[in-house]
């Protein structure tokens, strides 16, 4: 059974850091491209960021480009999200996903786990 548990959500200011990880198991997780997504109150899911299967090419949304790291450790089976310079837009459930890198029928989702961004 293919499980994606994320952690280190949390309430920070505006203009501090958080790091997202995303711990998987029942996957064969060097074959998956991983992705972040974020959904605030109201409003539709969103893609955040991915990082391939392969060579680890990575790729961001605009509005994250610069403040944003994704990363991935295989040995551990782990996809991280570094943000810095977090701002009040940034407050969302943050999920993370798992896509084959061939056979795209196998998507997998996680939990979500909220991040707050307040004074």
């Known amino acids: 059974q293919v499980q994606l548990a994320e952690s280190g959500g949390g309430l920070v200011q505006p203009g501090g850091s958080l790091t997202l990880s995303c711990a998987a198991s029942?996957?064969?997780?060097?074959?998956?491209?991983m992705s972040w997504y974020r959904q605030a109150p109201g409003k539709e899911r969103e893609w955040v960021a991915t990082?391939?299967?392969?060579?680890?090419?990575?790729n961001y949304a605009d509005s994250v480009k610069g403040r944003f790291t994704i990363s991935r450790d295989n040995p551990k089976n782990t996809v991280y999200l570094q943000m810095n310079s977090l701002k009040p837009e940034d407050t969302a459930a943050y999920f993370c996903?798992?896509?084959?890198?061939?056979?795209?029928?196998?998507?997998?989702w996680g939990q979500g786990t909220q991040v707050t961004v307040s004074s």
């Open positions: 990082i391939a299967s392969g060579d680890g090419f990575t």
């Open positions: 996903n798992a896509v084959h890198k061939w056979m795209l029928s196998l998507d997998y």
């Open positions: 029942g996957l064969t997780f060097s074959m998956y491209g």
